[in-house]
């Protein structure tokens, strides 16, 4: 039996994998969600504007295989390729995918307060919808990309919103601050206020939440507050399982954990064999391809995984596309379109090579670019 | 082989055009895809599968006939 912890685009991915590259056995899928695996990047943008109804995020999941939901993984037992789980039962295995992704973060402080929320999965995207639509003050916590998607819808409906960040500029840690500068402008040609450059230190309110307190002494006032400052990797249930878990869950540029133990999607860093470094990619692009490549290691049919990575964003009017990885201090450069007309490609540089592409409103262009990166430059 | 495109699902990744651009396009102002051949020839049908499958939006379906 092949077990698949994990019921979202990773897991399923793998589940197809297996399933088209001849693997007949028993399939097992554990998911902690009640839902049938269902695409998350539209939660941010559709379901929360109400352009989608929320129905249409669910993947078409119609694949032999039986599917354990609402069910957690608590524990696992490599060497007796065993899993425990929420019920109590355990689960025998002959070959295993580990695909559970990550969870919003949390400020240490506030998180019972009503009215302060994450966005992670359907439900949090319904309960943050319902409350968005009678909010007036929306303060979002993190400018990074879920920060940045929500502000942009909640500003369409009709809410005032404030977006803090001690970072100096908004996605940042994406695009480095050229970029990030611009994305600062576009949403403040919006309304939306970005308080950049300071921390939240405390959430007041009584039962709920009445403002945000800033680390220089401001304390903006907030019906509704989005905590959107990352997330971290669903590794809780493996400790004292044996594997490395320095980054999610460590694996080999095959996506091996350990032996009969694949990883994928979110959760899941792997040596990238041209980059030569461990990396862990948080987006949906990575999910499906991930799903793929570990599935395909298990049936023995393995090679190294060397994806370009590609993301979106879609704020307002803008798409904003990326191909390729993004180092810190790699030096942007602007090589098709015009940035004053809002239509551009970028090429980042790094270390002698071209290592990714940007496009903001430019899609075919930057299709075209992609090729450009590994070049020298 | 029958190709259905979902543009309103489509987020403009380009990998379908990247896989098979006989079949594929994308348009200029939102790289939203455009199908260029609803029934593609044999020799085109493993990319087309490739690109439904690799697809982030999962905006690619397939009718094998």
Excluded at chain 1, 108 to 123: C, E, I, K, M, N
Excluded at chain 2, 14 to 32: H, I, K, S, Y
Aim: with cysteine; glycine share 12%.
């Amino acid at each position: 039996m092949i077990a698949v912890v994990g019921a979202s685009a990773a897991g399923l991915t793998a589940v197809q994998t297996l399933r088209r590259e001849g693997y007949d056995g028993p399939l097992t899928v554990v998911g902690d969600e009640e839902h049938m695996p269902y695409d998350r990047p539209p939660l941010s943008k559709q379901v929360l504007s109400g352009v989608w109804e929320p129905a249409k995020v669910t993947l078409p999941s119609t694949v032999d295989a039986s599917w354990m939901l609402g069910v957690r993984a608590v524990g696992l037992d490599v060497p007796g390729r065993r899993l425990a789980l929420s019920t109590g039962d355990d689960l025998a295995y002959e070959k295993l995918v580990i695909a559970t992704g990550v969870s919003a973060r949390r400020l240490p402080f506030g998180s019972d307060l009503a009215g302060v929320h994450t966005l992670r999965t359907l439900s949090d995207a319904l309960a943050f919808k319902a409350e968005l639509a009678a909010a007036k003050s929306v303060v979002i916590v993190g400018a990074g990309f879920m920060g940045s998607e929500v502000a942009a819808v909640a500003s369409g409906m009709g809410a005032d919103v404030t977006v803090v960040d001690p970072l100096p500029a908004p996605m940042i840690r994406q695009f480095g601050p050229w970029l990030g500068g611009l994305v600062a402008k576009l949403h403040a040609d919006h309304g939306v206020r970005m308080r950049l450059g300071v921390g939240v230190t405390g959430l007041r309110g009584d039962g709920r939440v009445s403002g945000v307190e800033l680390a220089d002494g401001v304390v903006l006032p907030a019906d509704v507050v989005l905590v959107a400052i990352g997330s971290v990797p669903n590794t809780d249930w493996l400790a004292g399982s044996g594997l490395s878990l320095t980054d999610g869950v460590d694996c080999d540029s095959l996506c091996r954990a350990a032996p009969n133990v694949v990883a994928a999607g979110d959760v899941a860093s792997w040596t990238h064999p041209v980059h030569g470094r461990r990396i862990r990619v948080e987006h949906r692009m990575n999910a499906t391809e991930q799903g793929m490549a570990a599935a395909r290691t298990l049936l023995g049919k393995g090679e190294p995984y060397a994806p370009i990575p590609y993301f979106w964003t879609d704020q307002y009017d803008v798409k904003i596309q990326a191909y390729g990885l993004f180092p810190e201090d790699a030096v942007p450069e602007v090589v098709a379109g015009d940035v004053g007309a809002g239509k551009f490609a970028v090429l980042y540089r790094h270390d002698g090579r071209v290592t990714g592409v940007v496009g903001w409103n430019l899609p075919r262009d930057t299709r075209q670019l992609r090729s450009r990166i590994g070049e020298p430059a | 082989m029958k190709v259905v495109i979902d543009q309103d699902k489509c987020v403009g990744a380009g990998q379908c055009v990247l896989l098979a651009p006989e079949v594929f396009d994308q348009r200029d102002e939102d790289g939203v895809v455009v199908l260029l051949q609803e029934n593609p020839p044999a020799e085109l049908h493993d990319a087309v599968r490739q690109a439904a499958q690799v697809c982030p939006a999962l905006a690619i379906e397939l009718a094998e006939s």
